[in-house]
């Protein structure tokens, strides 16, 4: 599915993908740090304002689906929409969870209709067995 949800720690959810506005991997060149650089529109702004205000102390987890991707902890109300996740295991892992919140965001869910497979063979250096469409591009 690939549904995206920001969790208080009794698991109601706080707000979801369609309110994130942007996720990106950053480096503090000066200190070193990697975190995720996040922004909420309007309704997160509210939302997550309201959350962080009644939840310091307490993690805030980002969910995707039914797993947690990361729960930190919300160490101040957070009252203009744009936050940092500080993530301590460098910027791989930083740019892996802004790519997910990302993805996550999108609104879109798959079902699988069919599945096919193609077999093709290689004889005397030549493919067949199989006909692979030109594209336009």
Do not use: W
Not at 18 to 41: I, P
Not at 51 to 65: F, N, R, Y
Not at 97 to 122: C, E, K, M, N, Q
């Amino acid at each position: 599915m690939g549904y995206l949800t920001f969790r208080a720690p009794d698991g109601n959810v706080i707000l979801d993908g369609a309110n994130v506005k942007s996720a990106k991997a950053q480096k503090d060149k000066s200190r070193g740090n990697c975190f995720v650089a996040l922004e909420f529109d309007e309704v997160g702004k509210t939302k997550f304002a309201d959350a962080t205000k009644a939840l310091v102390g307490q993690p805030i987890s980002i969910c995707l689906d039914d797993d947690v991707l990361f729960a930190p902890i919300v160490n101040d109300a957070i009252m203009d929409g744009k936050t940092a996740i500080m993530i301590s295991d460098g910027l791989e892992v930083a740019e892996r969870l802004a790519d997910t919140i990302i993805a996550g965001a999108l609104p879109f869910a798959l079902d699988l209709v069919s599945v096919h497979s193609i077999r093709f063979y290689v004889s005397g250096g030549k493919t067949t067995g199989v006909n692979f469409p030109k594209f336009p591009f």
